[in-house]
């Protein structure tokens, strides 16, 4: 699915309307149209509405939902937060196409409640029809006391494009919002109803065509929605002839006194994501409690003067173990020393295979961030959390939050890396400048160990031959989907990480099956 800015939308609507000469009283009558079959689909063919509308488009998409619903039958009141001389444009024609018996004006705080709280409240379905995908500023006056009350009455709220009180780009609540049991929108999804605190107030996401020519869809720029449909193609069908050489070999180079939990979780994580071989390296002084943590996971020491962290003296021994490896993960609870930082910075500067760097591998980044510039790989992803997301730029975590999107593509395009800014709604960026927003996951994951276990799903693919954007979308959808699958069954609080990768090849194979299956029948393996 594709996700497009508030502002494309508009520019969108403008070239349907100015250079496709598609009128916009028919935009907006299709609109109503879509709406009112959602809202019959959902709720039946009669019942009692109250439309909430706005002085603007979005209003008038309102007048449109009033009189076609009352045409299927059902008993409909308006409620316009507005006077009359303030509708304007294709809004004011569909408004003069309602009956006056059917309109209530209201401008003034404290008069819907005096005056409309009982129709509200006892109306089976509320319209909200009050503020579209261009707010910018917090909502205030009669339209706050309106969100409040549909959000009081416990009645389904159908928004008209986007929940009113959320802002159609960020997602951000701008005041107050509707909490919509469904919102209709209309030819793409808009960043505001994908991404948090936005996607909870939008509840069932509805795209509906208004008749937006297709040509013009198909110049859109937007952002890659991932979601099970988007992930499912690009999953290669193991070949029944294969082996494990088929599906690589990876190298992990983790762990340090005190964190060898990391190093054993991306290791084994890699394992269940379909690598046909994983190596774990380590310090040596940690090294035999990483042989009884791991078990399909080579291992192999590496020296450490006895302290159990990893030093730039450990690179020559490195060096030997890339030969044969597909692709290279570095960072999980390798420490944050001085002499770790070196050996860090040091093989980015060196290794050309596909690497993945994560945390304690982002922290000696953050010590020298200069020297992305010098990478050798063409395949570098970093994986941060916004803490070390942070670092990386020496800002603060607001100010990562407050702009996710931005901030990963422009640092993506910045050093040349694919970056992966994990958080509710992962965000993908591609030293292209192209996007995707994770759809998977839950807030079950926020628990140590997460992150290692995505590391090594993502290192994984890329030693499976899939490229590092394929890998980063995939990685983190499955990722995520393995989360949900854990959550389904025992409830979002008290999952831990290995939970999720013992599910990994669970959601592999909800994934393929119906591929799978299709594909064996087409060979008449069934």
Request: aromatic residues 4%; glycine residues 12%.
């Amino acid at each position: 699915m594709r996700v497009v800015t508030a502002h494309t939308m508009q520019e969108i609507d403008n070239q349907a309307i100015q250079e496709c000469g598609i009128p916009g009283l028919q935009l907006m009558e299709n609109a109503g149209r879509c709406c009112v079959e959602e809202i019959i689909a959902e709720f039946g063919l009669n019942g009692r509405c109250v439309v909430m509308a706005g002085k603007g488009n979005n209003g008038g998409d309102g007048h449109v939902i009033a009189r076609l619903l009352s045409l299927k039958g059902w008993s409909v009141k308006i409620i316009i937060l507005a006077d009359i001389d303030q509708v304007t444009g294709d809004a004011a024609v569909n408004l003069k196409r309602l009956p006056d018996s059917a309109i209530n004006y209201c401008t003034h705080e404290g008069q819907l409640s005096a005056l409309h709280m009982e129709e509200i409240f006892q109306a089976d379905v509320i319209v909200d029809a009050l503020l579209g995908t261009g707010l910018r500023s917090n909502v205030i006056g009669v339209y706050l006391e309106a969100i409040d009350l549909m959000n009081a009455s416990g009645r389904p709220v159908v928004s008209v494009d986007i929940p009113s009180g959320i802002h159609g780009t960020t997602g951000r609540v701008l005041g107050k919002a509707v909490r919509a049991y469904i919102t209709v929108t209309f030819a793409f999804a808009k960043l505001g109803h994908v991404l948090y605190p936005g996607a909870e107030h939008t509840g069932r996401l509805a795209v509906v065509d208004v008749g937006i020519p297709q040509k013009l869809m198909e110049t859109v720029s937007g952002y890659d929605f991932l979601n099970a449909d988007r992930i499912r193609p690009l999953l290669h069908r193991r070949d029944r002839l294969a082996h494990k050489g088929h599906f690589g070999h990876c190298l992990i180079i983790a762990g340090s006194s005190g964190k060898t939990g990391a190093a054993a979780l991306t290791a084994n994580s890699a394992v269940r994501a379909g690598s046909g071989l994983v190596t774990l390296a380590v310090a040596e002084s940690i090294h035999s409690i990483l042989e009884i943590k791991t078990t399909e996971a080579m291992t192999f020491p590496l020296p450490d003067s006895g302290s159990g962290h990893l030093t730039s003296s450990a690179f020559p021994a490195i060096e030997k173990l890339l030969a044969g490896k597909y692709a290279v993960a570095i960072g999980p609870g390798l420490g944050r020393r001085p002499g770790t930082y070196a050996l860090v910075q040091n093989l980015v500067e060196t290794v050309t295979l596909p690497l993945v760097i994560d945390a304690d591998g982002l922290n000696a980044l953050a010590e020298g961030i200069t020297v992305l510039k010098r990478k050798k790989s063409e395949q570098v992803i970093l994986t941060p959390h916004p803490g070390e997301m942070s670092r990386l730029l020496g800002t603060s975590i607001p100010d990562v939050e407050a702009i996710r999107i931005s901030v990963a593509q422009e640092f993506a395009r910045n050093y040349g890396v694919y970056l992966v800014l994990k958080g509710a709604r992962t965000i993908i960026a591609s030293p292209t400048g192209a996007a995707a927003i994770n759809g998977s996951g839950n807030p079950g994951m926020a628990t140590g160990g997460m992150g290692d276990v995505l590391t090594g799903i993502i290192v994984s693919l890329l030693g499976q031959g899939y490229d590092a954007w394929d890998s980063c979308r995939m990685g983190v959808f499955i990722h995520g989907f393995a989360a949900d699958m854990v959550a389904e069954e025992k409830g979002e609080i008290g999952i831990n990480a290995t939970d999720v990768l013992e599910k990994l090849p669970y959601a592999y194979n909800e994934l393929v099956k119906n591929t799978l299956l299709s594909n064996l029948k087409m060979f008449g393996e069934l």
